[in-house]
Protein backbone atom coordinates (compact mmCIF):
# COMPACT_ATOMS: atom_id res chain seq x y z
CA UNK A 1 0.00 0.00 0.00
CA UNK A 2 1.09 3.56 -0.68
CA UNK A 3 3.03 4.85 2.06
CA UNK A 4 1.77 8.92 2.12
CA UNK A 5 2.95 9.84 5.71
CA UNK A 6 6.84 9.09 4.08
CA UNK A 7 5.86 11.01 0.79
CA UNK A 8 8.27 14.44 0.18
CA UNK A 9 6.52 17.28 1.01
CA UNK A 10 8.12 20.25 -0.70
CA UNK A 11 6.93 23.64 1.75
CA UNK A 12 10.24 23.38 3.37
CA UNK A 13 8.52 23.69 7.26
CA UNK A 14 9.65 21.23 9.76
CA UNK A 15 7.42 20.78 12.92
CA UNK A 16 8.88 20.99 16.32
CA UNK A 17 6.07 18.51 17.40
CA UNK A 18 3.29 15.60 16.11
CA UNK A 19 2.24 13.07 17.42
CA UNK A 20 -0.91 11.71 19.46
CA UNK A 21 -2.23 13.54 22.33
CA UNK A 22 -4.96 12.91 25.36
CA UNK A 23 -4.47 9.34 24.50
CA UNK A 24 -6.44 7.45 27.54
CA UNK A 25 -4.82 4.52 28.55
CA UNK A 26 -5.01 1.58 31.49
CA UNK A 27 -1.43 1.98 33.06
CA UNK A 28 0.36 0.15 35.76
CA UNK A 29 3.12 2.31 37.84
CA UNK A 30 5.36 1.65 40.88
CA UNK A 31 3.54 1.47 44.74
CA UNK A 32 5.70 1.85 47.70
CA UNK A 33 3.46 -0.40 50.06
CA UNK A 34 2.05 -2.41 47.61
CA UNK A 35 4.63 -2.74 44.86
CA UNK A 36 2.67 -1.70 42.00
CA UNK A 37 -0.46 0.39 41.11
CA UNK A 38 -2.76 -0.32 38.35
CA UNK A 39 -4.11 3.51 37.14
CA UNK A 40 -5.86 5.16 34.19
CA UNK A 41 -3.29 7.64 32.56
CA UNK A 42 -3.69 10.75 29.85
CA UNK A 43 -1.03 10.46 27.44
CA UNK A 44 0.94 12.69 25.44
CA UNK A 45 3.32 11.20 22.70
CA UNK A 46 5.33 13.42 19.70
CA UNK A 47 8.56 13.20 17.56
CA UNK A 48 9.80 16.22 15.50
CA UNK A 49 9.33 15.59 11.74
CA UNK A 50 11.65 17.16 9.56
CA UNK A 51 10.99 19.43 6.91
CA UNK A 52 11.14 16.79 3.78
CA UNK A 53 8.31 14.36 5.20
CA UNK A 54 4.58 14.74 4.94
CA UNK A 55 3.57 12.79 8.02
CA UNK A 56 4.33 10.48 10.72
CA UNK A 57 2.63 7.13 11.72
CA UNK A 58 0.41 7.81 14.59
CA UNK A 59 -0.17 4.36 14.94
CA UNK A 60 3.59 3.74 15.79
CA UNK A 61 3.21 5.30 18.97
CA UNK A 62 0.30 3.87 20.42
CA UNK A 63 2.18 0.44 19.51
CA UNK A 64 5.45 1.22 21.28
CA UNK A 65 3.07 2.73 24.38
CA UNK A 66 1.28 -0.71 24.92
CA UNK A 67 4.42 -2.42 25.32
CA UNK A 68 5.36 0.00 28.34
CA UNK A 69 1.75 0.50 29.48
CA UNK A 70 2.02 -2.42 32.52
CA UNK A 71 5.39 -0.73 33.51
CA UNK A 72 5.64 2.64 33.20
CA UNK A 73 7.37 3.05 35.66
CA UNK A 74 9.93 6.11 36.07
CA UNK A 75 12.74 3.74 35.35
CA UNK A 76 11.03 2.60 32.03
CA UNK A 77 9.65 6.27 31.04
CA UNK A 78 13.25 7.04 28.85
CA UNK A 79 13.32 3.72 27.92
CA UNK A 80 9.78 3.90 26.27
CA UNK A 81 10.02 7.36 24.91
CA UNK A 82 13.92 6.00 23.08
CA UNK A 83 11.95 3.30 21.60
CA UNK A 84 9.09 5.21 20.11
CA UNK A 85 12.31 7.77 18.75
CA UNK A 86 14.07 4.89 17.22
CA UNK A 87 11.28 3.61 15.85
CA UNK A 88 9.83 6.61 13.55
CA UNK A 89 13.39 7.70 12.79
CA UNK A 90 13.40 11.38 14.64
CA UNK A 91 15.60 13.31 16.44
CA UNK A 92 13.54 13.94 18.96
CA UNK A 93 10.75 12.64 21.05
CA UNK A 94 8.98 13.79 23.63
CA UNK A 95 5.93 12.52 26.05
CA UNK A 96 3.56 12.81 29.01
CA UNK A 97 1.46 11.09 31.00
CA UNK A 98 -0.87 12.30 34.00
CA UNK A 99 -2.25 10.09 36.35
CA UNK A 100 -4.07 9.84 39.42
CA UNK A 101 -1.46 8.02 42.06
CA UNK A 102 -4.11 6.73 45.18
CA UNK A 103 -2.54 5.93 48.54
CA UNK A 104 -4.09 4.32 51.26
CA UNK A 105 -4.20 6.85 54.87
CA UNK A 106 -5.69 6.22 58.38
CA UNK A 107 -6.80 9.13 60.06
CA UNK A 108 -4.67 10.77 62.78
CA UNK A 109 -6.37 9.67 66.08
CA UNK A 110 -9.31 7.12 65.55
CA UNK A 111 -7.06 5.46 62.63
CA UNK A 112 -10.42 4.89 60.05
CA UNK A 113 -9.21 3.83 57.01
CA UNK A 114 -9.86 6.14 53.56
CA UNK A 115 -8.00 6.50 50.58
CA UNK A 116 -6.71 9.40 48.83
CA UNK A 117 -6.33 10.95 45.65
CA UNK A 118 -2.70 13.29 44.39
CA UNK A 119 -2.21 13.70 40.56
CA UNK A 120 0.95 12.60 39.04
CA UNK A 121 2.80 12.92 35.90
CA UNK A 122 5.39 12.12 34.07
CA UNK A 123 7.26 14.67 31.32
CA UNK A 124 10.26 13.39 29.16
CA UNK A 125 12.41 14.30 26.07
CA UNK A 126 14.96 12.05 24.63
CA UNK A 127 17.75 13.00 21.55
CA UNK A 128 20.74 11.30 20.56
CA UNK A 129 22.61 13.33 23.11
CA UNK A 130 20.05 14.11 25.70
CA UNK A 131 17.98 13.18 27.82
CA UNK A 132 15.71 14.89 30.54
CA UNK A 133 12.56 13.64 32.56
CA UNK A 134 10.81 15.03 34.89
CA UNK A 135 8.18 13.89 37.92
CA UNK A 136 5.49 16.32 38.76
CA UNK A 137 3.29 15.80 42.03
CA UNK A 138 0.34 17.78 43.16
CA UNK A 139 -0.55 16.97 46.81
CA UNK A 140 -3.94 18.76 48.36
CA UNK A 141 -3.42 20.79 51.77
CA UNK A 142 -5.10 22.72 54.06
CA UNK A 143 -3.62 26.05 55.65
CA UNK A 144 -4.83 28.80 58.34
CA UNK A 145 -3.84 32.02 58.18
CA UNK A 146 -0.86 33.26 60.45
CA UNK A 147 -2.14 36.95 60.12
CA UNK A 148 -5.86 35.80 61.02
CA UNK A 149 -4.83 33.97 63.98
CA UNK A 150 -2.56 37.24 65.19
CA UNK A 151 -4.94 39.55 64.72
CA UNK A 152 -8.26 38.21 66.02
CA UNK A 153 -9.70 37.49 69.65
CA UNK A 154 -10.86 34.26 68.68
CA UNK A 155 -10.57 32.11 65.81
CA UNK A 156 -8.55 32.57 62.34
CA UNK A 157 -9.75 31.93 58.21
CA UNK A 158 -8.32 28.33 57.16
CA UNK A 159 -8.81 27.27 53.50
CA UNK A 160 -7.88 24.13 51.13
CA UNK A 161 -5.64 24.32 48.75
CA UNK A 162 -2.55 22.60 46.87
CA UNK A 163 1.13 22.03 46.26
CA UNK A 164 3.13 20.97 43.23
CA UNK A 165 6.34 20.09 42.21
CA UNK A 166 8.06 19.61 39.61
CA UNK A 167 10.77 17.25 39.82
CA UNK A 168 13.93 16.84 37.19
CA UNK A 169 14.86 12.79 37.91
CA UNK A 170 18.49 11.79 38.35
CA UNK A 171 17.63 8.85 40.94
CA UNK A 172 14.98 6.71 41.86
CA UNK A 173 12.70 8.16 44.39
CA UNK A 174 9.31 7.17 46.37
CA UNK A 175 6.06 9.54 45.25
CA UNK A 176 4.69 8.67 48.65
CA UNK A 177 7.79 10.35 50.26
CA UNK A 178 7.65 13.35 48.45
CA UNK A 179 3.74 13.61 49.19
CA UNK A 180 4.95 13.66 53.15
CA UNK A 181 7.26 15.94 53.02
CA UNK A 182 4.89 18.21 51.27
CA UNK A 183 1.85 17.58 53.73
CA UNK A 184 4.33 18.08 56.91
CA UNK A 185 4.90 21.62 55.16
CA UNK A 186 1.48 22.59 55.27
CA UNK A 187 -1.15 23.54 58.75
CA UNK A 188 -2.26 20.40 58.12
CA UNK A 189 -2.80 17.16 55.31
CA UNK A 190 -6.46 16.45 54.13
CA UNK A 191 -7.84 12.95 54.73
CA UNK A 192 -10.87 11.22 53.54
CA UNK A 193 -12.37 10.16 56.80
CA UNK A 194 -12.65 11.83 60.06
CA UNK A 195 -14.34 11.14 62.96
CA UNK A 196 -15.07 13.66 65.49
CA UNK A 197 -11.72 12.75 67.45
CA UNK A 198 -10.14 13.30 64.39
CA UNK A 199 -11.73 16.57 63.57
CA UNK A 200 -10.93 17.98 66.71
CA UNK A 201 -7.22 16.97 66.09
CA UNK A 202 -6.63 18.36 62.69
CA UNK A 203 -8.54 21.38 63.52
CA UNK A 204 -6.41 22.38 66.81
CA UNK A 205 -2.98 20.81 64.28
CA UNK A 206 -3.57 23.94 61.69
CA UNK A 207 -4.34 26.42 64.21
CA UNK A 208 -0.94 25.19 65.94
CA UNK A 209 0.76 25.52 62.06
CA UNK A 210 -0.10 28.35 60.62
CA UNK A 211 0.94 28.94 57.31
CA UNK A 212 1.08 31.51 54.36
CA UNK A 213 1.48 29.87 50.64
CA UNK A 214 4.70 31.47 51.52
CA UNK A 215 6.09 29.57 54.53
CA UNK A 216 4.55 26.34 52.34
CA UNK A 217 6.67 27.07 49.43
CA UNK A 218 9.86 27.96 51.51
CA UNK A 219 9.32 24.64 54.00
CA UNK A 220 8.58 22.53 50.86
CA UNK A 221 11.73 23.97 49.17
CA UNK A 222 14.54 23.56 51.88
CA UNK A 223 12.40 20.19 51.91
CA UNK A 224 13.21 19.21 48.54
CA UNK A 225 17.32 20.18 49.07
CA UNK A 226 17.69 17.91 51.61
CA UNK A 227 15.71 14.88 50.49
CA UNK A 228 18.57 12.80 49.48
CA UNK A 229 21.30 13.94 50.32
CA UNK A 230 23.37 11.56 48.12
CA UNK A 231 21.97 12.31 44.63
CA UNK A 232 20.21 15.41 45.59
CA UNK A 233 17.38 16.98 42.82
CA UNK A 234 19.30 18.96 40.47
CA UNK A 235 16.55 21.32 39.63
CA UNK A 236 12.98 21.54 40.98
CA UNK A 237 9.97 24.19 41.25
CA UNK A 238 7.75 24.64 44.22
CA UNK A 239 4.39 26.39 43.91
CA UNK A 240 1.01 26.31 46.05
CA UNK A 241 -2.15 27.68 45.82
CA UNK A 242 -4.84 28.22 48.19
CA UNK A 243 -8.86 28.91 47.33
CA UNK A 244 -9.04 31.99 50.54
CA UNK A 245 -12.15 31.68 52.43
CA UNK A 246 -12.56 35.33 52.94
CA UNK A 247 -11.21 36.94 50.00
CA UNK A 248 -12.89 36.81 46.41
CA UNK A 249 -9.31 35.31 45.19
CA UNK A 250 -6.76 32.50 45.49
CA UNK A 251 -3.30 33.08 47.36
CA UNK A 252 -0.11 31.63 45.14
CA UNK A 253 3.34 31.53 45.45
CA UNK A 254 5.96 29.80 43.45
CA UNK A 255 9.87 29.36 43.22
CA UNK A 256 12.49 27.12 41.78
CA UNK A 257 15.92 25.58 42.18
CA UNK A 258 18.53 25.18 40.05
CA UNK A 259 21.74 23.43 41.52
CA UNK A 260 23.79 24.47 38.59
CA UNK A 261 23.24 27.80 39.05
CA UNK A 262 23.72 28.12 42.98
CA UNK A 263 27.18 26.55 42.34
CA UNK A 264 28.22 28.83 39.59
Known amino acids: MIDVQNSPDTREVPLEKVGVKNVKYPVTVLDKKNK ?8 NLFVNLPHNFKGTHMSRFIQVFHKYHKDITMLHFLEMLEEIRSVLDAEKAYGSIQFP ?6 SPV ?7 EYTCSYEGEVSRTEKKFYV ?3 VPVATLCPCSKA ?10 GSVKVKLLYSD ?10 IEDC ?3 PLYTVLKRQDEKYVTEHAYDNPRF ?16 VDKPFRYFTVEAETEESIHNHNAYAFTSYNQDLENK
Not at 36 to 43: E, K, W
Not at 101 to 106: D, E, G, M, Q, T
Not at 213 to 225: N, P, T
Open 213 to 228: VEDVVREVYLGLKKFN
Open 110 to 116: TESEGIM
Open 172 to 181: FFWIEDVIKL
Open 186 to 188: AST
Open 151 to 160: ISDYGAHNQR
Open 36 to 43: SQNTNALV
Open 101 to 106: YFISKL
Open 136 to 138: TIT
